[in-house]
């Protein structure tokens, strides 16, 4: 039987999402409390690793067993076994030719920047941060010329293990809502690092150190030095992967962003 999983956390005190020796990572938290419903070893497959620090409102994952569970199981009895910071939302039933990464046809990532000069208290960990005033029409038209398929070798971190660094862009817009910065993105697949990469970038570009057309000379030189520094993780979303219908799985619902902004 194969389960997929919805799952939210925060990432402000994990190592990221992957296992990795010494635990503390949400992968980890999310199989220790999986074989306490099981009552043996489990392990999960996700559609999209993240990074320390990072949160995600919809990580979808995937695990096969071959213990019989009510689905209340899977959300209510794992979420009693799982530390704070970390809630499955929702779980169902998958086909066998389901696999959370490899099914996914895009995913979408939110990154939040608090643009005042008095640096974040209440949402410390929870939002990016820049103190000097943004050009946010320029951002705007910058990041329509990341539309389409690209080479994006420029906003790839030099450990990304990605086989291609083509990519095809179906969105990447920055609105400001009040004193934040929303930048949406989702494309095909993400190199690692890349939107940290893309909104330091853009934060460049809205200070007026680059005009927008810089986009366009980065994409076309391909090196990662000459871009912007790595933006801090703190306001990073991973909003889920895009699934096709055929799948059945819930629609992905951002409550804690889309209440943000209204």
């Not at 083509?166 to 920055?174: E, H, N, R």
Request: net charge positive.
């Amino acid at each position: 039987m194969r389960v997929a999983l919805g799952i939210e956390y925060c990432g402000t005190n994990f190592r990221g999402w992957q296992s990795q020796a010494g635990g503390k990572t949400v992968q980890d938290a999310l199989e220790a409390a999986l074989r306490q419903i099981v009552g043996g070893p489990v392990s999960v497959l996700c559609a999209g690793r993240t990074d320390a620090g990072v949160h995600a409102t919809q990580q979808v994952v995937h695990f096969d067993t071959e213990v019989d569970r009510p689905l209340t199981a899977w959300v209510r009895g794992v979420n009693s076994h799982l530390p704070e910071g970390v809630a499955v939302r929702w779980a169902t039933p998958v086909t066998d030719e389901f696999h959370a990464r490899f099914s996914a046809r895009g995913r979408r990532y939110r990154y939040l920047l608090l643009n005042r000069p008095q640096r974040p208290g209440l949402w410390q960990g929870r939002v990016g941060w820049f103190h000097l005033p943004l050009d946010v029409s320029v951002m705007q038209q910058a990041a329509g010329r990341l539309m389409g398929e690209h080479d994006f070798s420029a906003f790839r971190a030099a450990e990304c293990q990605a086989k291609s660094p083509i990519k095809t862009m179906t969105q990447a817009s920055v609105r400001q809502c009040g004193r934040m910065l929303v930048f949406d993105f989702e494309a095909s697949a993400f190199l690692h690092h890349m939107v940290r990469n893309l909104v330091g970038t853009l934060v460049y570009i809205g200070k007026g150190v680059q005009s927008a057309s810089w986009i366009d000379a980065l994409l076309q030189v391909r090196d990662r030095k000459l871009a912007a520094p790595t933006f801090s993780p703190d306001g990073l979303y991973f909003r889920g992967p895009v699934y096709e219908p055929q799948w059945g799985l819930p629609e992905p619902t951002d409550d804690f962003l889309d209440g943000l902004m209204k």
